[in-house]
């Protein structure tokens, strides 16, 4: 499956984006879908995830409240909403798809496919 975020760019600390996550090649509701991300010299930290079909949802500590994950399977699309952003935020993101079963992993050596990512960049 192919995968392509958009949404990406700058926005001033409290602002919000909304990530979009497109995808291609297979079946899409065959999927669990997560966002991962990563600043420079950090390592690929788990955002969010939803599961394929039940719509379960996962998320980081860090994001609670704040970030919401949501897929539309007819549009072959997951997003990220994220609210009240804070410059520890900013990063690449990366939308991810897990053909596994079950609950949506947050490990992100579970994703056998990703995307190219999208930049954040949160301003104080």
């Known amino acids: 499956v192919q995968l392509v975020e958009s949404g990406g760019g700058l926005v001033q600390a409290g602002g919000s984006l909304r990530l979009s996550c497109s995808a291609s090649?297979?079946?899409?509701?065959?999927?669990?879908m997560g966002w991962f991300r990563q600043a420079p010299g950090k390592d690929r930290d788990f955002v969010a995830a939803?599961?394929?079909?039940?719509?379960?949802?996962s998320y980081a500590d860090s994001v609670k409240g704040r970030f919401t994950i949501s897929r539309d399977n007819a549009k072959n699309t997951v997003y990220l909403q994220m609210n009240s952003l804070k410059p520890e935020d900013a990063a690449v993101y990366y939308c991810?798809?897990?053909?596994?079963?079950?609950?949506?992993?947050?490990?992100?050596?579970?994703?056998?496919?990703w995307g190219q990512g999208t930049q954040v960049t949160v301003s104080s």
């Open positions: 991810a798809a897990d053909r596994q079963l079950g609950s949506p992993s947050t490990d992100y050596l579970a994703y056998d496919y």
């Open positions: 939803i599961s394929r079909i039940t719509y379960t949802t």
């Open positions: 090649g297979r079946t899409f509701s065959n999927y669990a």
